[in-house]
């Protein structure tokens, strides 16, 4: 064969290739994309909207990095805990029915994409999989949560990288995100000294000790009846039955309605600053929406052309 039509041969097959492999490349992309949440719509709330953004962000950190990351920015809805829900029940009919719930754990089924291709890893992927999302345990950011503890996040993960485009300053981000969802910290033990409540907690524990279960609170009464199943019902009524009588759960919520709106009071400079953050990120996420759809779109009328 003349060496110009073997040059041009070779040339034809190395085109061929890489076009097989662009196209193999489009192929596992169209189809990765194809479990990912769709993008948000017009009655998208700026939460979602901001949810949505950072997945975005993260998805293609994950990709740099080496790893599949599916776009799950839909938040499913929880029921709303009843009122009162952390100083115990008042609901007797519900008592009769299932005691305090279930004191086993249900195995909780997560069947997304993601856990499917972490169900996939050998434990040395999962565990790069992991620090590359989560980053590991240095150079962290912590936060003290008054003397419960405290929390902490990796500077280094796609989720840290993906909160610092959006929000600027990481770590601030995360001081007022951690301290402001868990205000709990703050109130509950107000609530607790509380004298209205420890006046209802003491008529609580009087009519408790009439009915032979002598508790000293509705956590005891709780945690004797998971150690005591066969007795949980009846101790879960009695508790209920004191907990209307004694006005235990009506107390504590009206206190807690108090405490909470003080401590949200004392972190008004916090909250305004995370506003300015989440407007900061909503102006991010609708240019990241719009060019976005501005891809889509050329795409679809391809498609229809």
């Known amino acids: ?16 290739l890489v076009t097989l492999r662009m196209d193999a490349g489009i192929a596992n992309r169209t189809a990765a994309a194809a479990l990912d949440d769709p993008p948000p719509g017009p009655d998208t ?12 962000l993260v998805a293609e950190c994950m990709r740099q990095r080496g790893h599949r990351y599916h776009i799950r920015w839909h938040r499913a809805a929880q029921p709303a ?11 007797v009919q519900l008592a009769r029915q299932t005691g305090y719930g279930s004191t086993r754990s249900q195995p909780r089924t997560n069947d997304s994409p993601n856990s499917r291709y972490l169900a996939g890893l050998t434990p040395g992927q999962l565990d790069a999989y992991t620090f590359a999302l989560h980053g590991g345990r240095s150079d962290v950011v912590t936060v003290a949560l008054s003397d419960q503890g405290r929390m902490s996040m990796s500077r280094l993960g796609c989720l840290s990288a993906a909160r610092r485009t959006l929000f600027g300053d990481f770590d601030r981000w995360f001081e007022i995100t951690t301290v ?7 109130y509950v033990p107000a609530v607790l000294q509380d004298a209205r409540y420890r006046t209802a907690l003491a008529d ?4 408790m000790h009439d009915a032979g279960r002598p508790y ?9 009846a998971m150690e005591r199943p066969q ?17 235990l759960i009506a107390v504590a919520v009206a206190v807690e309605e108090r405490e909470r709106a003080r401590a949200e009071q004392r972190h008004q400079v916090e909250r305004r600053e995370l506003e300015a953050m989440y407007a900061t990120a909503e102006a991010y996420a609708q240019t990241l929406l719009r060019r976005t759809q501005e891809q889509v779109s050329p795409r679809s009328e391809g498609a229809h052309g």
């Open 1 to 16: 064969m003349p060496r110009q039509r073997r040059s041009t041969a070779v040339l034809l097959m190395l085109i061929a």
């Open 204 to 207: 609580w524990r009087a009519c």
């Open 81 to 91: 805990p009843p009122a009162g829900w952390r100083y115990g029940s008042d609901d």
């Open 180 to 186: 402001l969802t868990n205000l709990q910290v703050e």
């Open 45 to 56: 709330t700026r939460l979602e909207l901001v949810d949505w953004a950072e997945q975005q």
């Open 216 to 224: 000293d609170d509705p956590s005891a009464a709780r945690q004797d």
């Open 231 to 247: 007795s949980a019902v009846d101790i879960a009524v009695a508790d209920a039955t004191c907990a209307a009588r004694s006005q």
